[in-house]
């Protein structure tokens, strides 16, 4: 992947998620289907509307949501300058899009899999969700902070066990970390296989119970990025054996033991 295959696509719909009062923070991005050949679950593109020209230099990396060959949707929390203006686009409006980028989550249809996501995390679990040819075989498990109505949970939980915890005080955190030490425990007892997507403190909590049940684990990153395509360098982690790769083509999903987080 390069920039070469930056496509400049159409805007097709803009969606506020959810009722509350954090409804703003939240929002669906439909984008025109480029030329792809295929995509899968876990990877991401790189976005940046044509109407920033010098006034944010850098595309801004989001996980691929789902895509149909008609459209690409992309699920996504308003959290700074760059997603406030994404907000603010309208149909029609035209966006780089670099992708699809970065390796995928493992999918193995017959083995039991459980996905944890922490808060915006979930966004590539529907992909997975809706592309795995044996749904009855998964579980999801969603720790958010915001109001549930604000995250895709229901649709998937419709499809899949769904089980969530929200985070409003102290004792709810343990709640948390109680759960997915509970879960991951009982996947690695039955040789099932975890995947995670979340804020760091989430995943270095999955690494931690993965190592100590030694559990098959995968986490996905969201280090900051700049190209997302390995050239800047500004995505830097260090595998397992301490060496540095970039997380936009050598991951962004690493086996939890074969990564530093
Ligand atoms: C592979 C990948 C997939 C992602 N998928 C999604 C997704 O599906 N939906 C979604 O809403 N977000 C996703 N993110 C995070 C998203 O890219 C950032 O939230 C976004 O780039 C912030 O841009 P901004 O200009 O609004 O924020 P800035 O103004 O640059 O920063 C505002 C705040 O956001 C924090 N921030 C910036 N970049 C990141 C980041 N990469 N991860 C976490 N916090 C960040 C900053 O530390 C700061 O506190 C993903 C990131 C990666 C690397
Ligand atoms: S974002 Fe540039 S090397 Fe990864």
């Given at each position: 992947?390069?920039?070469?295959?930056?496509?400049?696509?159409?805007?097709?719909?803009?969606?506020?998620?959810?009722?509350?009062?954090?409804a703003g923070e939240f929002f669906e991005l439909k984008l025109e289907y480029p030329d792809w050949d295929g995509w899968k679950p876990g990877q991401f593109v790189m976005i940046r509307p044509v109407d920033w020209e010098l006034d944010l230099l850098w595309g801004r990396p989001f996980s691929i949501c789902s895509a149909d060959g008609e459209s690409v949707t992309l699920f996504i929390q308003n959290v700074g300058r760059g997603t406030s203006r994404i907000a603010q686009l309208q149909p029609g409006d035209m966006v780089a899009m670099w992708g699809p980028l970065g390796n995928s989550f493992a999918m193995e249809p017959e083995t039991p899999t459980l996905l944890l996501a922490g808060g915006i995390g979930i966004a590539p679990f529907r992909g997975y969700v809706e592309s795995h040819p044996h749904p009855e075989n998964l579980q999801l498990f969603l720790a958010h902070r915001m109001p549930l109505e604000c995250y895709p949970f229901e649709t998937l939980s419709d499809k899949v066990e769904g089980q969530c915890i929200i985070e409003e005080k102290p004792e709810d955190l343990d709640a948390i970390i109680n759960t997915m030490k509970g879960l991951i425990q009982e996947y690695a007892e039955k040789g099932g296989l975890i995947l995670s997507c979340g804020p760091t403190p989430f995943m270095k909590t999955v690494q931690r119970f993965a190592n100590e049940f030694d559990a098959r684990a995968q986490v996905s990153l969201e280090n900051r990025m700049a190209c997302g395509v390995g050239a800047c360098l500004g995505c830097?982690?260090?595998?397992?054996?301490?060496?540095?790769?970039?997380?936009?083509?050598?991951?962004?999903v690493f086996w939890a033991d074969k990564v530093e987080l």
């Open positions: 992947m390069s920039l070469r295959n930056c496509r400049n696509v159409k805007v097709l719909e803009v969606s506020p998620v959810g009722q509350s009062k954090a830097v982690t260090k595998d397992g054996e301490g060496h540095h790769v970039q997380v936009c083509t050598k991951g962004p």
